[in-house]
């Protein structure tokens, strides 16, 4: 058994439960591609500046690429002993090539590797996510147009309100989607500037070249200043907060999705593939998928307030509390990315009951606006219009009849300038098509919507 590779200073053996728990292993080995990744682009750049021969240099990356290769296989030991992912492989690397292995840290610690290693992972992890995400807000842009003339009942506060379509409320889905989609690109941004030559907090006094490095490893440029660069999490934090925001829009959506699928609304049908069912029901069929997202959306707003949390009292630089953002932004990751994806491939397969999503619309009054609106242009002031539809709703909820179904004697016992004509702008169809207007319900703005959004989809 070798020794720790930092037992120098140390006269008495690590205590064993002290060995595990403050060993990361278990979860921060996979980011091992980066780690090697970073120790790589590392070498060369030491070499490069005369610090490492060529031929310490090529021992080095041949070797790093022989472990990866053994990961990748699965057939690498890694050991509690050694702590944490930095120190597994570059143990297994001196056993591969000898002394020059011993060389690789010179002018790095595990404080500005780690820092550059979970900034190398997430980039990849939000250009993954943001791949997904635009394959949902595509799948929501082809049910838009299957749907743009579609009509159900638009609602506030649960309540009928005013007819809409279909297509207009899958697009309202896209845009919080591709804000989403923009604050994950923001992030991105921000995060993609490299730790690597800060070391352990101080910088290195060998002759560096951070440039070169960061080149290397497709960061913009190398931080500004070094004991930001190994001790802050805040892009870690920005991303959590960026999926928080996301998963609380998919959860909404649940929440959507789960009532329309139910016999009450029964607007939408889930394909079966998306839904499970009962183990003593036999007729059930549960809309699982939404609601497991729903569930999700809490998981992810607490490793928010765990990762504020953990840096809340951090002096600077570097403190092992830093090495606690791992496991709730590796749940993050993996959770967003999976409820994305299979909200992407659910979406697509989404049938809209019409019929019944036309007879809510039908129920509830919801073309009362648009009657206040017709008396308007006949030149009552909005404030009596909205009184004297009032007054004709409440015969209609005494009746039981929809507006549409009062006849033209009827309506004009409330106003004498109540014409023949009103019937027509008493319809489904005639209240969406008269919000033509950008940002409106009306299928012909939907459509143009719809084109606007391939566009943006297609421009970023
Ligand atoms: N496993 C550690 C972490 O995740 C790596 C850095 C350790 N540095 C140290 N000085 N103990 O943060």
Known sequence: ISAKPWAGRFNAPT?????????????????????????????????????????????????????????????????????????????????????????????????????????????????????????????????????????????????????????????????????????????????NVMPLGAAALAGTTYPIDRAYTAELLGFD????????????????????????????????????????SSAQFGFIELSDSFCTGSSIMPQKKNPDVPELVRGKSGRIFGHLMGLLTLMKSQPLAYNKDNQEDKEPLFDTVDNLKGSVKVYADMMAHVTCKRERMRAAAKQGFSTATDLADYLVRRGIPFRDAHEIVGKAVALGVREGRDLADLTLDELRQFSALIADDVFSVLTLEGSVAARDHFGGTAPAQVRAAIARGRQRLADH
């Not at 999926?243 to 909404?252: D, P, V, Y």
Request: glycine share 4%; aromatic share 6%.
């Open 15 to 191: 205590d064993a439960f002290v060995e595990a728990f403050t060993a990361s292993v278990e979860f921060d080995r996979r980011l091992y591609p980066y780690d090697i990744q970073g120790s790589i682009a590392h070498a060369t750049m030491l070499a490069r500046q005369g610090i490492l021969t060529d031929a310490e240099r090529d021992a080095i990356v041949a070797g790093l690429e022989r472990v990866r290769a053994q990961i990748d296989a699965g057939a690498f030991q890694w050991s509690i002993r050694l702590e944490d992912v930095h120190m597994n492989i570059e143990s297994a690397l001196t056993a591969d090539i000898g002394e020059a292995g011993k060389k690789l840290h010179t002018g790095r610690s595990r404080n500005d590797q780690v820092a550059t290693d979970v900034r190398l992972w997430l980039r990849d992890e939000i250009d993954t996510i943001r791949a997904e995400i635009v394959r949902l807000q595509t799948a929501l842009l082809d049910l838009a147009e299957r749907e743009a003339e579609t009509i159900l009942p638009g609602f506030t506060h649960l309540q009928v309100a005013q007819p809409i379509t279909v297509g207009h409320h899958m697009l309202a889905w896209f845009e919080m989607l591709e804000r989403d989609r923009e604050r994950l690109a923001d992030c991105r941004r921000r995060l």
């Open 221 to 260: 440029r190398p931080a500004e200043n070094s004991l930001d660069a190994v001790s802050d999490r805040d892009f870690a934090i920005e991303f959590t907060a960026d999926a928080a925001i996301l998963m609380m829009h998919l959860s909404r959506f649940s929440e959507e999705l789960i009532l329309w």
